[in-house]
């Protein structure tokens, strides 16, 4: 076989490939459209069932607000370049908390004298909070189907982001192929 069949063999693979993840690419969009629909149709769901003023930005306090799921970029030209981790639980708040002086009770002999207006400042482990209980403890079961289908669609966004990646990769190694093919090509005919 010359290297010119074993170049478009290569070709056609990589177009097979291209092709086939594009259409992976397609299911998970349509996907991702279906889980943001039912996500905002949960909430206004919701919002119905509690009420307009206690499913709004009312609830939402900005000072406590922080990522529960990170995304992680990896290399390019990796299979998966972006990863995601959630990180509730495992990341850990400090809170302070202040005391008014020491408080030393029944001793009758104290060889030294302690001022009452000392300060200590403990750290006390807060564990990150579920957004969800923003809105109370026993919040609707479409609230939290809304909260699971945006959760389902970030991981399906990330699918897609690598998906697009993988694209990339495939057509830069096409494109590459195709100019080595170029360059056999004269060879081949004269």
């Given at each position: 076989m010359s290297e010119l069949q074993q170049v478009n063999k290569q070709l056609d693979a990589k177009l097979i490939s291209f092709f086939d993840i594009l259409t992976l690419l397609y299911k998970e969009q349509e996907k991702l459209e279906e889980?943001?629909?039912?996500?905002?149709?949960?909430?206004?769901?919701?919002?119905?069932?509690?009420?307009?003023?206690?499913?709004?930005?009312?609830?939402?306090?900005?000072?406590?607000?922080?990522?529960?799921?990170?995304?992680?970029?990896?290399?390019?030209?990796?299979?998966?370049?972006?990863?995601?981790?959630?990180?509730?639980?495992?990341?850990?708040?400090?809170?302070?908390?202040?005391?008014?002086?020491?408080?030393?009770?029944?001793?009758?002999?104290?060889?030294?004298?302690?001022?009452?207006?000392?300060?200590?400042?403990?750290?006390k482990p807060k564990a990150q909070q579920d957004p969800i209980k923003w809105f109370g403890v026993l919040v609707p079961p479409s609230l939290r189907q809304c909260q699971n289908q945006f959760k389902s669609s970030l991981n399906t966004s990330i699918a897609i982001a690598n998906l697009k990646q993988k694209l990339l990769c495939i057509k830069s190694e096409y494109s590459e192929l195709q100019k080595r093919k170029l360059e056999i090509s004269p060879k081949a005919v004269h």
């Open positions: 889980q943001i629909k039912d996500g905002f149709f949960n909430m206004s769901r919701a919002r119905y069932s509690m009420g307009v003023k206690f499913v709004g930005i009312d609830q939402i306090h900005e000072d406590k607000m922080m990522a529960l799921t990170k995304v992680e970029v990896g290399e390019v030209g990796k299979e998966d370049m972006f990863t995601a981790f959630s990180n509730v639980g495992t990341e850990v708040e400090k809170e302070e908390v202040e005391t008014l002086g020491l408080r030393k009770r029944n001793l009758v002999h104290s060889p030294k004298k302690s001022s009452p207006v000392e300060k200590e400042t403990p750290t």
